[in-house]
């Protein structure tokens, strides 16, 4: 037989942890484990083959069902390969973040793997409970603190829409919207703003042979007068945010800082 060699050594993994206190040397065990093996291994294999698999999920299953079959009473397979296979489930949308932090998923994962060595037995429950738990570790380690704000959102109606201006916390105007046509629409723009001004890069348009960078971003260019500006362009190119004129570059530049650190500010009421 023709093993997939990952799949194979996860089986064998858990197959060892499942052997962790037996002290049974014999013929009859041996078949037992060989048995086990097997059973794990065709459970688990036919994931790899999936377009949708995720290595890091993949292993990370591996390491947290193998603690939590060091304590199994009857060693079976087949509730083994459930366990795995719920874990991985749950966990493998976090793999396929493309912003997903490697070294922080291998850690939660060998904490949730601690965690489950005092389990009585791998069910498909506690599988569930040990995926939230690891998402819990994960996400709490990755969160990213959010920047002081003392800015707000000032939203207005006129008989052609609805608009917001981004103001800093001394109420400077630094960057306005374009007129929506509903408040729910002015409202998605706002959320826009928060999503997309935190992690844009910037296009300095004013420079010759500049770069071009993908959006989101700030492009910084010069108005008809001369002036520096910036717009905020979202992932779809749609400009959801410009400012006033600006005197030098400098100045511009610390408008678009102000935006970031003001973005996630609340909506005056």
Known sequence: ??????????????????????????????KKTVLFVKTVYDEISGIKEREDFEKAAFKAAGKITAAACEEMEERDGKTAA?????????????????????????????????????????T????????????????????????????????????????????????????VSEVYSGKAAMEKGIESVRKNAPEAKIEDRTEE??????????EIYNDKAGEFRFRLKARNGEIILASEGYKTKASCENGIESVRKNSSAEIAE
């Open 124 to 175: 498909a429950e506690k599988a569930a409970e040990a995926a939230e738990f690891f998402k819990a570790v994960y996400s709490g380690l990755t969160e990213k603190e959010k920047p002081l704000c003392s800015g707000k959102y000032s939203v207005k109606e006129t008989e052609s829409g609805w608009s917001f201006r981004l103001l800093a916390g001394n109420n400077k105007v630094i960057g």
């Open 1 to 30: 037989m023709e093993y997939d060699e990952k799949s194979l050594k996860i089986a064998a993994k858990i197959a060892a942890a499942s052997l962790s206190e037996s002290g049974d040397f014999g013929k009859e065990n041996a």
């Open 82 to 122: 459930e366990f795995f296979k719920t874990v991985y489930e749950e966990i493998a949308p976090l793999a396929a973040n493309e912003e997903l932090d490697e070294d922080v998923f291998k850690c939660a994962a060998k904490i949730t793997a601690a965690a489950c060595e005092e389990m009585e037995e791998p």
């Open 209 to 218: 042979n500049f770069e071009e960078v993908t959006n989101p971003k700030f």
